[in-house]
C-alpha cells in the first residue's frame, strides 16, 4: 500500500523507491569513462540526506532555490530534494550568462543556488555582489581548493546524512498542498525580460497522470529513457524525468548532445523525449550519406524507402500488414530498416516523443514508415506543459494530435489556441499584469500559437501569432509553415522567412553541408571552403530549384523571391537558437541586419 498520498511529485517519488526498492533509477557515466547505475533505493537516501541539509540550513516551505546546472542525475537529487522539503525549485539554463543566471536568482528571491561545474560556480560568483538574499552556493562537482561562500554536494549530503530528526523529512513533505508552487521556470524571453512561471504540484501531477491515461498499455512495461534536452525545460521535466519517475522507468543521461549518437548505441534506448531538431539532423545525416552510397546501395535504400511510405497507413492506424506487402516490407526490414536502426542505436525504440516546435511531416513519416513510432505533441511552459499529443494507435503526421484528458481547447479569435485544464500555470511570479493579459475572461490561457481542429479532435498548429508577417501589402504570412516546408529539403539545414513590412519574403538558409558537399562532388565542382561553395552559380541554381519545388503549393504572396546560403550553422551557442532549438527571430533580425537589406535593395 502506497504510503503518501500522490499529491506531489516528491510523494510519488517516495512511493516508487517503496516499490521499486534496489532496482536500478538512472545510468550515468562515471569519471573514469564507464556507465554506473544508481538504485531508487541509493538515489532516495541522497534526496533524503539533501533535503535533511536544506532543512538544518534553515529553508523553509515556499523558499526558493536555484538550480543551475547541466543534465546530470544530482539535477534530480537537488530537485526531489528541494520540492519534497516545500521549498520551489528555480531552474535556469546551464547555458545561461551570468548576468541571466543574476536577473532569474534575483527575480526569484532565491536563497540558495545549486552549480553543475566550476563555470556555472563562477558564473554565480561574478555577480553574487548583486544578489543580497543568495545566501550560499553548493556545487555537484568536488573542488581542488575551498571558495568562499561555497560548498560542494559531497559536503552538503555529509552534513544532512549527520542530522538526527531524521523524521522531519516526511513531516515536511506530507503537509505539501496540491496548489502550492513546486517551481519557477522562467521562459526564454526574446524580447525583454523573461517571466518566472509558477507551476504547482498539482500541475504536475496532473500532466504525468495525463500522458499515462493516453495509452496506458503503450507505456507500461521495463523502459529506458535516454535523457538529454534541458531539465530546465518543462518537456525534459516533466516528460523525460517525472513521467518516468512516475511510471517506475529507468533513465540514463547522455554525456552532451555531440555525443548522442554514441550515447543512443550504448544504451539503446527505448524511449525518447526530442524536439524536432534531432529528428531532423538524423534524417538529414541518413539522406546525406546515402547520396554518397554505391548506385547499388542507392536504388535499394529508395526501393525500402518506397516501402516505407506504404507502411504508413499499417504504422499509424495500428493494423497488421498481410500478403505480399508483408512479405516485400519484411525483407526490406532486414536488409535496410534492421540495420539502420541498429546503427543508430534506435532497434529497442518503443516509441518517440516530439515537442518543443513543430515536427516536420517529412521528418515523421521517415521514422514512422521503418516501423519506430514518433508521437508529436503540443504544449507551453505555462502548461507543464503537454495539452496534446498523437496517440500510439493512431497518429496522424502534422498534427499535434488530440487534448489530453480533462483538457479543453477552443479556437479564439484570429485562430488562436486557448486552453483550459489542470496542467495550466498559475500564474506568473510578481507579474499580475503579464498573468492577467495571458488569460480570457472566462479562464482560457492564451497560448500566442494559431492552430486548427479536424473532425477527430486533432490539432494542427499553422503558425504563432507575434511570429505572423505582415508584408507592406498588408497580407499575413506565418512563416513557420513555410519554413517547415522547405527543411523537408535534404539541402536545406535550417532556415528564417524575414519579409515583416517588406515588399516580398526573403530566406537565410543554412544548407545541410554534408549532402551539399556530396552533391557538389558528383557534380565535379571544386571548392576550396564552405563560402566558395555557397557563392557558386550552379549551388544558387540548385537552392534556387530546391525552393521552386518546396514552394510550389503556395500562394502567390507567400513565395520566397530572394535568398541567401549562409555558411555556418546557428546555434544556441552563436545566439540563433533557443535552448529548445527554436529559432530567436529578432536576433537573426539584428544580427544578420546588412544581409537581410541586401535582400531588399530597391527598399
Not at 543534465?71 to 537537488?78: D, I, K, L, P, S
Not at 498499455?217 to 529513457?225: K, V
Not at 506504404?310 to 536488409?335: H, M, Q, S, V
Request: proline content about 4%.
Amino acid at each position: 500500500m502506497a504510503q503518501f498520498q500522490e499529491t506531489s511529485m516528491g510523494a510519488i517519488f517516495q512511493n516508487r523507491v517503496q516499490q521499486y526498492c534496489d532496482k536500478t533509477l538512472v545510468i550515468y557515466k562515471n569519471k573514469s569513462g564507464k556507465w554506473e547505475e544508481i538504485s531508487w533505493n541509493k538515489l532516495n537516501e541522497m534526496v533524503q540526506d539533501l533535503g535533511m541539509f536544506l532543512i538544518k540550513r534553515g529553508v523553509q516551505p515556499g523558499d526558493k532555490v536555484a538550480l543551475f546546472s547541466p543534465n546530470r542525475y544530482e539535477w534530480w537529487v537537488a530537485d526531489l530534494a528541494i520540492i519534497s522539503v516545500g521549498a520551489v525549485n528555480v531552474p535556469i539554463y546551464a547555458t545561461n550568462s551570468p548576468e541571466e543566471s543574476r536577473y532569474i536568482i534575483d527575480n526569484s528571491d532565491a536563497k540558495k543556488c545549486f552549480v553543475g561545474t566550476k563555470e556555472h560556480m563562477e558564473k554565480i560568483l561574478k555577480v553574487k555582489d548583486k544578489l543580497p538574499n543568495l545566501e550560499e552556493i553548493i556545487i555537484f562537482d568536488d573542488l581542488d581548493k575551498p571558495v568562499a561562500g561555497v560548498m560542494t554536494m559531497a559536503e552538503a549530503l555529509k552534513e544532512g546524512k549527520a542530522t538526527t530528526n531524521k523524521d522531519e523529512f516526511d513531516r515536511r513533505l506530507i503537509p505539501i498542498n496540491i496548489g502550492d508552487v513546486a517551481t519557477i521556470i522562467y521562459t526564454s524571453g526574446t524580447t525583454g525580460n523573461p517571466k518566472g512561471v509558477m507551476l504547482t504540484h498539482k500541475n504536475f501531477v496532473s500532466n504525468v497522470n495525463q500522458l499515462n491515461a493516453v495509452d496506458p498499455e503503450f507505456l507500461s512495461g521495463d523502459h529506458t529513457f535516454l535523457s538529454f534536452l534541458p531539465l530546465a525545460h518543462s518537456l525534459e521535466r516533466t516528460v523525460g524525468y517525472y513521467a518516468a519517475i512516475f511510471l517506475g522507468h529507468k533513465v540514463a543521461f547522455a554525456e552532451s548532445t555531440d555525443k548522442l549518437l554514441e550515447n543512443f548505441q550504448d544504451i539503446r534506448p527505448t524511449f525518447l523525449v526530442s524536439v524536432p531538431r534531432i529528428y531532423e539532423k538524423v534524417h538529414a545525416g541518413i539522406t546525406a550519406k546515402v547520396a554518397g552510397a554505391s548506385p547499388i546501395k542507392k536504388a535499394l535504400f529508395n526501393w525500402a524507402m518506397g516501402l516505407a511510405k506504404e507502411n504508413l497507413p499499417y504504422i499509424c492506424n495500428d493494423k497488421e500488414r498481410t500478403g505480399w506487402f508483408a512479405f516485400k516490407y519484411n525483407l526490406a526490414d532486414k536488409i535496410i530498416f534492421s540495420k539502420l536502426k541498429v546503427a543508430l542505436g534506435m532497434d529497442k525504440l518503443h516509441g518517440a516523443m516530439s515537442g518543443g516546435g513543430p515536427l516536420s511531416v517529412s521528418d515523421a513519416e521517415f521514422f514512422l514508415g521503418m516501423g519506430i513510432r514518433v508521437l508529436e505533441g503540443f504544449g507551453l511552459t505555462e502548461t507543464t506543459p503537454v495539452t496534446n499529443g498523437n496517440k500510439p494507435k493512431k497518429i496522424k503526421p502534422g498534427t499535434v494530435g488530440p487534448a489530453l484528458k480533462d483538457t479543453i481547447i477552443k479556437i479564439g479569435e484570429g485562430g488562436e489556441i486557448l486552453i483550459k485544464g489542470p496542467q495550466v500555470m498559475k500564474g506568473y511570479y510578481k507579474n499580475e499584469a503579464a498573468t492577467k493579459e495571458a488569460f480570457t475572461p472566462d479562464g482560457f490561457f492564451r497560448t500566442g500559437d494559431i492552430g486548427e481542429i479536424d473532425n477527430d479532435g486533432y490539432m494542427k498548429i499553422t503558425g504563432r501569432i507575434k511570429d505572423i508577417i505582415v508584408t507592406s501589402g498588408g497580407k499575413n504570412v506565418s512563416p513557420q509553415n513555410i519554413e517547415n516546408t522547405l527543411v523537408t529539403s535534404s539541402f536545406i539545414e535550417q532556415v528564417a522567412v524575414i519579409g515583416d513590412n517588406r515588399k516580398y519574403l526573403s530566406a537565410l538558409i543554412v544548407p545541410s553541408f554534408a549532402t551539399l558537399e556530396s552533391w557538389a562532388k558528383d557534380k565535379n565542382i571544386s571548392f576550396s571552403n564552405r563560402q566558395e561553395l555557397i557563392k557558386n552559380p550552379e549551388v544558387i541554381k540548385l537552392f534556387e530549384h530546391e525552393i521552386e519545388e518546396q514552394m510550389k503549393d503556395y500562394a502567390r504572396v507567400e513565395q520566397i523571391r530572394k535568398f541567401l546560403l549562409m555558411e555556418k550553422e546557428w546555434s544556441q551557442d552563436s545566439g540563433e537558437m533557443t535552448p529548445t532549438m527554436k529559432l530567436k527571430r529578432s536576433i537573426i533580425r539584428k544580427k544578420y541586419e546588412k544581409e537581410i537589406e541586401s535582400l531588399y535593395p530597391q527598399e
